[in-house]
């Protein structure tokens, strides 16, 4: 009965605020961020520690600087590995989706990553915008979005921003991209940006309203995993035709590493 009760709390709370934080899952994506760690250190010698933040942030940054093409050919990479994979369908994810109504979660892109770096373009960080501009196939789709590194706003790699309750207004306006949100009714939202441990992560109704906390300082760092995923069983992903392959849309031109 405890656990029905937790249940639908956290359910309420996702349907009021538009996400939802679970905290305590540093078990499902240490094999992701050791394989991250081992596929970097085959690619750049004398990687410090990811444990010292200080000292990875300035090398990355370093590498970003020196040599992009490398870090590029990483980002497909990694894509692809058995972790991500898995992770993405670790039973206790598969869980928190079901307890915040997903009844058969069915990934809707690939599982994906960000870097990002206190000497990133301008253009690299996401303004305000909503996550069905990459696909809304099924009422419910949501994005999982986790930090393999403590962060938030005390720290110098930031995190996500988001307006609370956002979610309730529907599709938002958006200018010339498509993507940038325009829509003034934003403003009447609460801006959030949560503190997130390594093991945390939180999930976004994909009209939740949300930005890159942007990375100001050196040797800042962000470096995070994106998951997003729709229900087969819900009715309007089955009255849009499903079984039927959607195409997905890549955020500003595949251009991912702001290059
Ligand atoms: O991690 C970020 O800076 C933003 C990521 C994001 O909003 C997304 O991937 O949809
Ligand atoms: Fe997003």
Known sequence: MQALKGESRLKREFEVCGYQIFRGYSEVFLPVRNRLVSLLKMKFRD??????????????????????????????????????????????????????????????????????????????????????????????SVTVWIPLLNSGPETKGKGLVIKEGSHRIGIAQTGANKFEITDPRINDFKEV?????????????????????????????????????????????????????????DAINHNRFGI
């Open 193 to 249: 940006e949560h503190s997130l441990s390594f093991g945390d992560f939180v999930v976004l109704n994909s009209l939740v309203v949300h930005r890159s906390g942007v990375i100001t300082e050196k040797p800042g760092m962000r470096l995070t995993l994106q998951f997003r995923y729709d229900d087969l069983e819900e009715p309007n992903y089955i009255a849009k035709g499903w079984p039927r392959n959607f195409s997905i849309v």
């Open 47 to 140: 990687l410090p520690l990811i444990e010292d933040e200080a000292a990875f942030g300035a090398f990355m940054g370093n590498v970003y600087e020196t040599d992009k093409k490398s870090v590029l050919d990483l980002y497909s990479v990694f894509d692809r590995t058995p972790e991500m994979m898995l992770a993405s369908f670790h039973p206790r994810i598969v869980v928190a989706l079901r307890e915040l109504g997903l009844k058969s979660p069915i990934v809707s892109s690939y599982p994906t990553w960000r870097l990002d770096l206190y000497n990133n373009p301008q253009r690299r960080w996401f303004p305000w915008h909503q996550d069905s501009y990459h696909e809304n196939f099924s009422e419910n």
